[in-house]
């Protein structure tokens, strides 16, 4: 038996057409079952759905032997053990700063100031300022990133950002970029020896998935 960690949502959503053109169809749906361990019409492949942050855990500890998650994710939690053979580009997004319109974002940051910035991602923002020169104060949210530059709690915050609807619903602009984030197949390294064939066939399924649909994001 082969297990898919997949988590509901964008990824779900985007991963199915993948799944499909692989021949792979989830019996379920995750939106109406309360199930979280979901079968396919293969019998040895089921999916089983986690939490977006919890995919490289249960792929790292074998919970599951393949998941999908988005680079995000993969680099706050290091990626340690996994196997991470292809990018699939979906769940596409950038990683930025944003702040408040009225906030001089380039004169703090020329004049050396020290900047709080409230994120997620505190590994990606504390490597980035880091590389830039800037003095941050990091504090961790888990969510509503977008709340903290308007109650004055943070001066920026580092949050993914797709279409931008977000950030200027809530009077914040965009003023960096740090990385492009889309999500990635990720495989239990000591269940691609001992399940070889079976991963290796899902692996290439996805594969020749993607080299179907090459610009289905553009
Ligand atoms: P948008 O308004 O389209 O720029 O989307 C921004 C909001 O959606 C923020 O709250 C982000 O945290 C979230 N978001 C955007 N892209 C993704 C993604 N690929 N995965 C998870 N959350 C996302």
Same mark, same amino acid.
């Given at each position: +038996?082969?297990?898919?960690?997949?988590?509901?949502?964008?990824? #779900?959503?985007?991963? /199915?057409? /993948?799944?499909?053109? @692989?021949?792979?169809?989830? =019996?379920?749906?995750?939106?109406?079952?309360?199930?979280?361990?979901?079968?396919?019409?293969?019998?040895?492949?089921?999916?089983?759905?986690?939490?977006?942050?919890?995919?490289?855990? &249960?792929?790292?500890?074998?919970? !599951?032997?393949?998941?999908?998650?988005?680079?995000?994710?993969?680099?706050?939690?290091?990626?340690?053990? /996994?196997?991470?053979?292809?990018?699939?580009?979906? !769940?596409?997004?950038?990683?930025?700063?944003?702040?408040?319109?009225?906030?001089? &974002?380039?004169?703090? %940051?020329?004049?050396?100031?020290?900047?709080?910035?409230?994120?997620?991602? %505190? !590994?990606?923002?504390?490597? #980035? #300022?880091?590389?830039?020169?800037?003095?941050?104060? =990091?504090?961790?949210?888990?969510?509503? +990133?977008?709340? @903290?530059? /308007?109650?004055? =709690?943070?001066?920026?915050? %580092?949050?993914?950002?797709?279409?931008?609807?977000?950030?200027?619903?809530? $009077?914040?602009?965009?003023?960096?970029?740090? +990385?492009?984030?889309?999500?990635? =197949?990720?495989?239990?390294?000591?269940?691609?020896?001992?399940?070889?064939?079976?991963?290796?066939?899902?692996? $290439?399924? #996805? !594969?020749?998935?993607?080299?179907?649909?090459?610009?289905?994001?553009?």
């Amino acid at each position: +038996m082969i297990t898919l960690a997949l988590s509901k949502g964008r990824i #779900f959503d985007e991963t /199915l057409p /993948l799944l499909r053109a @692989a021949g792979i169809e989830v =019996l379920e749906d995750p939106e109406t079952s309360r199930k979280l361990i979901l079968a396919t019409n293969k019998a040895d492949l089921r999916v089983v759905l986690v939490r977006a942050t919890d995919v490289p855990t &249960y792929v790292e500890y074998g919970g !599951a032997d393949l998941g999908i998650t988005g680079r995000d994710t993969l680099i706050e939690h290091g990626g340690q053990g /996994l196997y991470q053979p292809l990018d699939l580009d979906i !769940a596409r997004c950038r990683i930025s700063v944003a702040v408040r319109k009225d906030f001089d &974002y380039a004169s703090a %940051v020329r004049q050396g100031s020290r900047l709080r910035v409230a994120t997620k991602y %505190v !590994a990606i923002a504390r490597d #980035f #300022f880091a590389t830039k020169g800037v003095h941050v104060d =990091l504090i961790k949210l888990y969510g509503s +990133m977008e709340l @903290a530059p /308007l109650t004055g =709690l943070a001066d920026a915050i %580092v949050d993914l950002v797709s279409t931008g609807n977000t950030l200027k619903a809530n $009077d914040l602009v965009e003023v960096e970029t740090i +990385m492009d984030i889309s999500a990635r =197949l990720v495989v239990n390294q000591a269940a691609l020896k001992l399940k070889q064939a079976a991963l290796r066939q899902t692996i $290439d399924g #996805f !594969a020749a998935a993607l080299r179907q649909a090459p610009d289905r994001n553009s």
